[in-house]
């Protein structure tokens, strides 16, 4: 598992490879991913410290955790990438964040809509307002 988030840290630092880093007083476009991929190292390494330390992998561990869980969360960030531009940032996070808290993490619909619902509407209202980055409205287009 470590070996196919390592190969997936280097297929991020080769994809930007052709984006301009820094400029002088402001984030290139590069900046962001070239963030994400660091960090995605930095989880490897505490991944295979922990693993050092569990003798057998299994489907499931004590804590709760699961194959199952990760392989549906893998699931998840890929519909939401391909359902991005055609449902739309703002439906796509709301739609996806109930779905991930309910039925992956298990959480009740009050927690799920104390949490999920305004985490996306949050981070939809920052992105689109505070940093004026435009995301696509998708299904949100009809109201426009």
Avoid at 1 to 6: I, K, R, S, V
């Amino acid at each position: 598992m470590g070996l196919f988030w390592l190969g997936v840290a280097v297929l991020v630092f080769w994809g930007i490879g052709s984006l301009p880093p820094a400029e002088a007083g402001g984030l290139g476009p590069a900046s962001f991913p070239k963030l994400l991929a660091l960090s995605l190292l930095g989880l490897i390494v505490v991944y295979w410290f922990q693993s050092i330390k569990d003798a057998a992998i299994s489907l499931r561990n004590e804590a709760g955790g699961s194959v199952l869980k990760a392989a549906a969360l893998l699931a998840l960030a890929y519909a939401a990438a391909f359902l991005w531009e055609r449902a739309g940032a703002l439906p796509v996070l709301v739609v996806f964040s109930v779905i991930e808290l309910r039925w992956i993490e298990g959480f009740a619909w009050a927690k799920v809509m104390a949490v999920g619902m305004p985490l996306s509407i949050g981070m939809w209202l920052i992105f689109t307002q505070l940093l004026g980055v435009s995301l696509p409205l998708g299904l949100l287009m009809w109201f426009y």
